[in-house]
T-cell receptor
Framework: DGGITQSPKYLFRKEGQNVTLSCEQN?????MYWYRQDPGQGLRLIYY???????QKGDIAEGYSVSREKKESFPLTVTSAQKNPTAFYLC?????????FGPGTRLLVL | GENVEQHPSTLSVQEGDSAVIKCTYS??????FPWYKQELGKRPQLIID?????GEKKDQRIAVTLNKTAKHFSLHITETQPEDSAVYFC?????????????FGTGTRLTIIP
């Protein structure tokens, strides 16, 4: 899982602002995922993508958007419509069903 | 969709004793069950996984058992050590022709008491 990177490590968002979280992998994995983790809770799926130029909504997609223009990259945009964005965001990629996670981005609201 | 329940939410164990964490799943078609360990502020790390055609799998001090009839699977850690302290997540995956996704349990915070 060292081949999955996320940036930045910490991100501060002002009210009404869109922010984009980066996720890159060099593992040649086809599938990539975005999860949100709130304190003391499990991982909830936001969006996932099995192939380039295609992605599906997960369980909590409202207020988020993604793109998958390259196999290696799956950026997540937290839009102003997401009213409670403070959380730890984890990106993952997978070979078959086995998922490997990036180091995460902690998003805080100013 | 799949639903995964995990118990207990917190577990304290004396160092050297064993720890057991249990998960149940709702869809009998689920066929892949990984366990992840997450230390504070870090990424979840895969520690062991099992597929539905296997009843038990071991890796040193860690083992996972699967009961397909009862739709539950468990993580067993023997001879616990302080570095085992972390949050552990179970997950389940339904087969979906390359479009699989994991459903996670809510996690168990394991504390090893020296």
């Amino acid at each position: 899982d060292g081949g999955i990177t996320q940036s930045p490590k910490y991100l501060f968002r002002k009210e009404g602002q869109n922010v984009t979280l980066s996720c890159e992998q060099n593992l040649n994995h086809d599938a990539m995922y975005w999860y949100r983790q709130d304190p003391g809770q499990g991982l909830r799926l936001i969006y996932y993508s099995q192939i380039v130029n295609d992605f599906q909504k997960g369980d909590i997609a409202e207020g988020y958007s993604v793109s998958r223009e390259k196999k290696e990259s799956f950026p997540l945009t937290v839009t102003s419509a997401q009213k409670n964005p403070t959380a730890f965001y984890l990106c993952a990629s997978s070979i078959a069903e086995t998922q490997y996670f990036g180091p995460g981005t902690r998003l805080l609201v100013l | 969709g799949e639903n995964v329940e995990q118990h207990p939410s917190t577990l304290s164990v004396q160092e050297g004793d064993s720890a057991v964490i249990k998960c149940t799943y709702s869809d009998s078609a689920s066929n892949y069950f990984p366990w992840y360990k997450q230390e504070l502020g870090k990424r979840p790390q895969l520690i062991i996984d099992i597929r539905s055609n296997v009843g038990e799998k071991k890796d040193q001090r860690i083992a996972v058992t699967l009961n397909k009839t009862a739709k539950h699977f468990s993580l067993h850690i023997t001879e616990t050590q302080p570095e085992d302290s972390a949050v552990y997540f179970c997950a389940a995956s339904l087969p979906n022709f390359g479009n699989e996704k994991l459903t996670f349990g809510t996690g168990t915070r394991l504390t090893i008491i020296p």
